[in-house]
């Protein structure tokens, strides 16, 4: 893990434990939304990829009837680049679901599903780019649980578990 001092400044503000730890309750929020059973563990490897690199999340599909395979054929330079920026969070995704258990925000269930233990209170709307972040983290955990298992996202993808 890189310590604090030693990120650059762009890389402490967009990859930061508490940001990523967001992305990924919401995208537990809705896989278990899709699925009805949580996340798991491993998707997290590619859900916050998918929505904290811009090029990327700008062009998710705008609902989860797009096959992913489909989605991954249609983009083949976001594809290209997938398993190498997938490689680059793995630290910092990592770091996030730490800081999402130690924070309540996250949680395991038994078979090592990640849950979301988060709920935004009434009234409260975040900034607009990071609302805007949130709802595809959303949309991406809805989608991934439409995939037939992690190996398949994994193998469209170009990523190894």
């Known amino acids: 893990m890189t310590a604090w001092r030693d990120r650059s400044p762009i890389a402490a503000v967009m990859l930061n434990p508490a940001l990523v730890a967001a992305v990924l309750a919401t995208a537990a929020q809705g896989y278990r939304k899709e699925a009805e059973q949580g996340m798991p563990w491993a998707l997290s490897f590619v859900a916050a990829p998918m929505v904290l ?33 997938a490689q680059a969070l793995v630290e910092p995704v990592k770091e996030g679901t730490r800081f ?62």
């Open 53 to 85: 690199h811009r090029p990327t999340m700008e062009v998710l599909p705008a609902s989860t009837r797009t096959h992913l395979a489909a989605w991954a054929t249609r983009y083949p330079v976001v594809r290209a680049g997938f398993p190498a920026r």
């Open 100 to 161: 999402g258990l130690t924070h309540g925000v996250l949680g395991f269930e038994n078979d090592g599903r990640v849950q979301s233990t988060y709920r935004r209170p009434r009234g409260v709307k975040p900034p607009e780019q990071l609302d805007q972040i949130l709802r595809k983290a959303n949309l991406v955990g809805r989608w991934l649980a439409k995939a037939d298992s992690p190996a398949t996202v994994f193998a469209v993808l170009g990523v190894a578990p």
